[in-house]
Nanobody
Framework: VQLVESGGGMVQPGGSLRLSCAAS????????MSWVRQAPGKGPEWVSG????????YYADSVKGRFTISRDNAKNTLYLQMNSLKPEDTALYYC?????????GGQGTQVTVSS
């Protein structure tokens, strides 16, 4: 199983980023997937999840209305569109299989929101 996150960076408050998670080593289209984040000095926080078929999506209250999760099963890729970013969104973001917050070994991608 390999999950490779990308797309992070530094943005100003109110800005946008699109994260990607390239999956390999398993049948991506049969797994629910999630995005999780971990801010410095804090525990992991589940952010968003999507069912295997892509028809149902779920969000933490902290990001609802600002973030959009999606997936392309033909490309084995998971996405997270993040709009109206806030300083409190600053964290290492990573993707997971299912609904766990446990990292599978990927490096994650850093998002920093600062003026």
């Amino acid at each position: 199983v390999q999950l490779v996150e990308s797309g992070g960076g530094m943005v100003q408050p109110g800005g946008s980023l699109r994260l990607s998670c390239a999956a390999s080593g398993f049948t991506f289209s049969t797994y629910d997937m999630s995005w999780v984040r971990q801010a410095p000095g804090k525990g992991p926080e589940w952010v968003s999840g999507i069912k295997a078929g892509g028809g149902r999506t779920y969000y933490a209250d902290s990001v609802k209305g600002r973030f959009t999760i999606s997936r392309d099963n033909a490309k084995n890729t998971l996405y997270l569109q993040m709009n109206s970013l806030k300083p409190e969104d600053t964290a290492l973001y990573y993707c997971t299989r299912g609904w766990t917050v446990a990292r599978s070994g990927g490096q994650g991608t850093q998002v920093t929101v600062s003026s």
